[in-house]
């Protein structure tokens, strides 16, 4: 987890006047954090989100999470990506829960398998998995009237070394954009961080889908892009709840959506792979709310 120091109510103010900080800039700093927020919903549609909303998503990325683990345990050459859908949607309704792909704007199923060439919003099916495939597998489950978002991308049998690259590179570009969330960085530093990263292993990432703000609906404000300049968009307030999840290609980044209307894949037809998470940002840098080791 990134951090910054954080001053405590009895530490001198950082302002230099030589008084205890709850004596001196305390008041004033609370009061433009709120006239920020406030400024944050009118202007961006921004919905922060309090304690009991934040334990809530919390919960609901652990029924995430331990989809994510059965398909990671059962996930193997010969099966299909129907039957992973079977799986997370079984799992979902078992604990309580409902799956938010189905049926969110027509995708007729529970969760996206995204294989190979495949960016993102595959639709599971018939297709049977062979050794040396990766497959990104995305869910998004409602707890309790809350969503936690969060995928990864598994290896199927032995990896090929291209294999090996894209899953490694995308795992890092997760890693280092979620490091760069703290309260007064911007959204920019986050893409950067990213596209830096890719770019320089000789990879691209993809510009037309973007992380977003979750947890009271699947898709919020702000969208957070996977690419940009540092010091460029809206800062980070603590209260933001917002999903980081780099798409990134070991080969260019221009993409076609399929005839299904939903399955985007890569142009040249290389290898795609994501890690996503969901990220609340606190007064003290960040927590996920789905975390899984990086």
């Known amino acids: 987890m990134s951090v910054t120091t954080k001053v405590g109510r009895n530490d001198p103010c950082p302002c230099g006047s030589g008084l205890k900080y709850k004596k ?84 007729p199923k529970s969760v996206c398998v995204s294989v190979n060439e495949v960016i993102c919003h595959g639709i599971p099916g018939k297709r049977v998995l062979k050794d040396g495939d990766i497959v990104n597998v995305d869910v998004t489950p409602i707890l309790n009237g809350y969503y936690a978002d969060t995928s990864k991308t598994f290896f199927v049998g032995t990896p090929s070394n291209d294999a090996v690259k894209i899953v490694a590179v995308a795992r890092e570009s997760l890693k280092r954009g979620m490091s760069m969330v703290k309260s007064g960085n911007t959204l920019g530093d986050v893409g950067w961080a990213i596209q830096d990263y890719a770019e320089s292993q000789g990879c ?9 703000g979750v947890g009271f609906e699947f898709h919020e404000p702000p969208q957070i892009l996977h690419y940009g300049r540092r010091g460029e968009g809206i800062m980070f307030l603590p209260g933001m709840v917002f999903t980081v999840e780099p798409m990134v290609n070991l080969g260019g980044r221009n993409l076609h959506i399929l005839e299904d209307n939903w399955t985007a894949v890569t142009n040249d037809g290389s290898l795609s792979a994501q890690f996503e998470q969901t990220i609340l940002v606190t007064e003290q840098g960040w ?3 789905t975390p899984f080791g990086l």
């Open 204 to 212: 691209s990432v993809v510009r037309e889908f973007v992380g977003h």
């Open 287 to 289: 927590e996920s709310l």
């Open 24 to 107: 001196c800039c305390f008041n004033r700093d609370k009061k433009n954090l709120d006239s920020l927020k406030t400024q944050y919903g009118q202007q961006y549609k921004i919905r922060f989100k309090q304690p009991a909303d934040i334990e809530g998503i919390r919960q609901a990325g652990k029924l995430a999470l331990a989809m994510l683990d059965i398909v990671e345990e059962r996930i193997k050459p010969g099966i299909t990506t129907d039957d992973i859908n079977t799986w997370v949607h079984d799992y979902t309704i078992a604990h309580d829960a409902v799956p938010a792909p189905l049926n969110y704007r027509g995708f």
